[in-house]
């Protein structure tokens, strides 16, 4: 039996990519965890995003929305 293999990458100058079993909000938001931001204490300010589902949602129901809202990090999405 296969099981899918999602990858997030982060695009930027040091360029982070993590592998999942699984896609949903708790997997973007872990993707945010980037600890070569915090150790050179560079502020993530602003992230673009596919307009999947999920990085998109109110902050109740969506954890990576609910993250970006805590370390008040601007979210733009990609036209459809």
Known sequence: MRCPIYQQRFIDSYCETKL???MSAITAAD???LPWYEESGVPL???LTDRGSEH???LEQREFALSLYLEDIDHTRTKT
């Open 31 to 33: 993707l945010l965890n």
């Open 56 to 58: 998109c949602g109110n």
């Open 20 to 22: 999942y079993d699984r």
């Open 45 to 47: 300010l602003r992230i």
